[in-house]
């Protein structure tokens, strides 16, 4: 059975005393994890370590950055590579963010780079993918998201395949208050699997966790995560708020 997951992408927000606040008031509530169903913290580069030091006694909680660099060690000054994360204690690097995509020119070549560094280090991917508001109003998503795909990921043997999360954020529901509905979600998490099925075959396919992200909060997550294809969530905003966010992994934890 595929995992769920529910990752929180902090983005640049909280300094370090901040942030060990947030997951001290988090680890407070937090339900029961287990095997199938987990949660995920992406700080700031700079908070990895701390905010591992504070979870690395929870089960099924796992820190991630937000972005590695594609080398894995160099003179590449302010760049931060995939064995620092890992050396730091994460266990998962969040890639292709739409963030990333539009303001740092992150092409699908770079990227596939990046995903080879951090399969390179034994990191999960959870890989970005999410199509904005002008080709959703075309009504050509399917393919555009399809294409993300191929381009960033199909490069991978089905041995690799198996680290890779997919995370579907339409760009036109992030930070909007704009959730997708959930039929939206799920028609696109659908069309996401048949993709991977086409490459990989329908078992992997069937065993890939496809996150949905995009506003996405304690009142509507229990909805989109009862779609069968949506299994859990990649959150911003909420998040940054304890209860928030531990609403939204209770949402997961009683989802089937
Ligand atoms: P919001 O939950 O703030 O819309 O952000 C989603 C996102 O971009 C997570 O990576």
């Known amino acids: 059975m595929r995992k769920k ?43 990895i370590g701390v905010t591992y030091q504070q979870i690395m006694n929870t089960p099924f909680l796992s820190i991630g950055a937000q972005n590695c660099h594609q080398e894995e060690f160099g003179a590449f ?6 064995s620092m994360i890992k050396g730091a204690g994460a266990s998962h690097v969040i890639l292709g963010h739409s963030e990333r995509r539009e303001y740092f020119n992150e092409t699908s070549s770079l990227l596939k780079k ?14 970005c993918c999410g199509e904005p508001l002008s080709i959703r ?17 199909f490069h991978l043997e089905a041995a690799q395949m198996k680290h890779i999360v997919i995370a579907y954020e339409p760009i036109w529901a ?33 065993n890939t966790t496809i996150l949905y992200g995009g506003s996405c909060k304690p009142s ?34 009683n989802s089937k």
């Open 5 to 47: 997951i529910v990752a929180g992408n902090w983005k640049m927000n909280l300094n370090m005393v901040q942030g060990v606040s947030l997951v001290g008031a988090i680890l407070k509530n937090l339900p029961d994890l287990n095997e199938l169903k987990q949660v995920v913290l992406a700080p700031s580069f700079l908070n």
């Open 220 to 253: 509507n997550a229990e909805e989109l995560f009862a779609c069968p294809d949506v299994d859990g969530g990649l959150i911003g905003g909420a998040a940054l708020n304890a209860e928030d966010f531990v609403g939204i992994i209770t949402a997961m934890m």
């Open 114 to 127: 990046k995903v080879d560094a951090a399969l390179a280090q034994e990191l999960t991917v959870i890989f």
């Open 77 to 82: 000054t302010g760049e931060v590579s995939a």
């Open 174 to 206: 992030i930070g909007t208050g704009r959730t997708a509905t959930a039929p939206q979600a799920q028609d696109m998490h659908h069309n996401i699997r048949n993709v991977i099925a086409t490459k990989y075959g329908s078992e992997l396919a069937g």
């Open 137 to 153: 109003d075309a009504a050509t998503e399917n393919d555009y998201v399809a294409q993300q795909i191929q381009e960033g990921l």
